[in-house]
């Protein structure tokens, strides 16, 4: 495994204290809920709601289909914002997109 990204940080501090970011991913704007972090395939990963902003696949209506899990490599300027840490009523501890959870919500 490679070292955490420089986002981790403030992606870990906003996870413990419930807390949304706002940040860069594939050039686009978002404001995201972490609710895990880990690894998979050697790479940092995050599970992250996204409460607002864009996305190339559009912000869905339906809150269970916000959930984003992307490399922490490819996030930028993270920023922890005011306002409230949102979920969705289908998130589960049971997250398969990670080989290894580092911390959870």
């Not at 501090?13 to 880990?38: K, N, T």
């Not at 690894?39 to 559009?58: D, K, M, N, P």
């Not at 912000?59 to 490399?71: E, G, I, N, V, Y």
Request: proline residues 8%.
């Amino acid at each position: 495994m490679t070292p955490p990204p420089a986002a981790w940080e403030t992606l870990e501090q906003a996870l413990r204290q419930r807390r949304p970011v706002q940040a860069r991913y594939h050039d686009q704007q978002r404001v995201l809920c972490p609710h895990a972090l880990g690894w998979r395939h050697g790479r940092a990963r995050v599970l992250a709601y996204q409460a607002a902003g864009t996305s190339h696949t559009g912000l869905s209506a339906d809150p269970r289909q916000r959930w984003r899990s992307m490399f922490v490599d490819d996030i930028y300027d993270p920023v922890i914002i005011d306002g409230p840490w949102q979920t969705a009523n289908n998130y589960s501890g049971t997250i398969n997109s990670f080989d290894d959870i580092k911390i959870q919500a």
